[in-house]
């Protein structure tokens, strides 16, 4: 058993033969979230903006749905909230799945960066997750999974047997370029929007300094490096090949990523959206290496690795779009070979954006993204439910909602945007929630039925629009 075929049974219901019509009465639009003693933590900030965004929302369904979904990470998954030697301590888990992943409490908790400078405990909560993740880190920064407990054994079933260098504390040791990424983002959000140092301490700076070291060692310049990774497993996508060390690769510069955001292996072991992300993430880390703890040797290393893989991005990681001009890879090997999909976890091609690894208006990226979204790319479905991105970890014919929310978020069309909102409210199958995926002509056939990060995201998405399209809010969906 693997976290494939945990996940995919959590939510999933039997097909039906075709889409029924649905109309939810207004009765239905009860409160899905815990009742308010049971929530895991409480920000005054963001009960504050959800009333004041919800009022601004003309169709009820939409309001329920951002009522439901944006505060889900605070109702749910802040599994533990104290202090550790004195200072704030937090776990945040993904959901469903009992443990803590970089990228997962990352995403989850960037939601609400913007509301910190409102709220001491939500900046307590921050400071707490920023410190967890440097343990984390320091603990094994190849790891993209820990247990709240750092000195537990995984108690993930799909993990236990897997042939790698495991430790205690460790839920899934899974090299992703985007497992130290992500921290350095949530970082650099707090940072800006506080200028609290108060998180930036000697054991997070060690742990930062670590994220950058295991770049530079995954650049694979003398040597395939420390990490190997092989699982047991039906599924090719859970192991790494060649003795755990993956694919061939020419030493260009770029950084190996044994695994994407999905969890699912690379084929060729550069993923491009992850070295474009490792490049933001570098140059955002610099900025509080340099601003809040006046380490300007830290930020110059910072800036010189990710100039280093800018280049070789430059130079390895294009592709001819079939039509005359050029697009990103989604994978390459740096001898000329690159693969063109694109996956809905983020970061992913059509994703740069939203993480600021791309300008949204950037031509390469724009013309990347338009590509992702079509059939081009083998893991793009339309159908009577709706269109949007899935990717090999849940199959054929699964659509994720978190690429339709991304596909929003790019666009600066009304109808683009509209057309999104429609799809995202039509297939949450009537729970209130948003899901892992949803099957392409029958959303009540869905993956994860807990899943926070997707949650927050739609709650991000009906903020961005409430401030760049607020007329878009202003009338029914």
């Not at 909230?81 to 992943?101: E, H, R, Y």
């Not at 410190?131 to 236990?160: G, P, V």
């Not at 899901?435 to 949650?455: I, L």
Request: with cysteine.
């Amino acid at each position: 058993m693997n976290r494939r075929d945990v996940i995919a049974g959590a939510g999933a219901l039997a097909a039906a033969a075709s889409l029924p019509a649905r109309a939810l009465a207004a009765d239905s639009f009860v409160s899905k979230r815990p009742p308010a003693s049971a929530r895991r933590f409480v920000s005054k900030a963001v009960e504050a903006e959800i009333k004041a965004v919800k009022a601004r929302i003309a169709d009820p369904e939409i309001a329920w749905l951002f009522e439901n979904c944006y505060p889900n990470t605070l109702d749910t998954t802040v599994a533990q909230f104290g202090t550790f030697d004195g200072k704030p301590d937090a776990v945040v888990i993904t959901g469903d799945i009992n443990a803590l992943w970089l990228r997962d409490s990352s995403a989850q908790l960037q939601t609400y960066v913007h509301l910190a400078p409102k709220d001491a405990e939500l900046r307590r909560l921050f400071h707490g997750l920023i410190q967890r993740q440097a343990r984390c880190i320091l603990l094994d920064s190849y790891a993209n999974a820990f247990m709240a407990d750092l000195s537990a054994k995984t108690d993930l079933e799909w993990s236990q047997t897997d042939k790698t260098d495991m430790k205690p504390g460790v839920a899934e040791r899974k090299w992703e370029v985007d497992s130290l990424c992500y921290p350095m983002r949530l970082a650099h959000g707090y940072w800006t929007a506080t200028r609290d140092k108060a998180p930036f301490d000697e054991l997070w700076s060690q742990a930062a300094k670590r994220a950058v070291a295991t770049f530079r060692e995954q650049q694979r310049k003398d040597g395939p490096g420390p990490y190997h990774f092989q699982r047991v497993d039906k599924s090719p996508t859970e192991t790494v090949m060649l003795g755990g060390y993956g694919a061939p690769t020419a030493k260009v510069g770029l950084i190996h990523s044994m695994f994407r955001p999905s969890d699912d292996s690379t084929v060729l072991p550069f993923l491009i959206p992850s070295n474009l992300f490792a490049v933001s993430a570098l140059r955002q880390l610099a900025q509080v290496h340099q601003e809040a703890r006046g380490d300007a040797a830290a930020a110059q290393d910072c800036l010189a690795l990710a100039a280093e893989v800018q280049a070789a991005l430059n130079a390895y990681g294009k592709m001819p779009d079939g039509q005359g001009g050029e697009v990103w890879a989604f994978e390459v090997d740096g001898y000329g070979n690159a693969i063109f999909m694109d996956d809905a976890n983020v970061p992913s091609l059509s994703g740069l954006a939203l993480l600021g690894a791309a300008d949204r208006n950037d031509p390469l990226f724009r013309r990347t993204a338009a590509l992702a979204w079509s059939k081009r790319n083998p893991w793009f479905f339309e159908g009577k439910a709706g269109k949007g991105i899935g990717g090999p970890h849940v199959g054929m014919d699964m659509i994720w909602p978190m690429s339709i929310i991304v596909h929003a978020r790019n666009s600066n069309d009304d109808a683009t945007i509209l057309q999104c909102l429609r799809w995202l409210k039509a297939t949450h199958a009537d729970t209130g929630f948003m899901h892992e995926s949803f099957h392409k002509d029958d959303p009540t056939n869905f993956t994860r039925k807990w899943f926070a990060w997707t949650n927050g995201l739609f709650g991000e998405l009906i903020l961005d629009v409430a401030k760049r399209k607020p007329s878009l809010l202003a009338s029914r969906i």
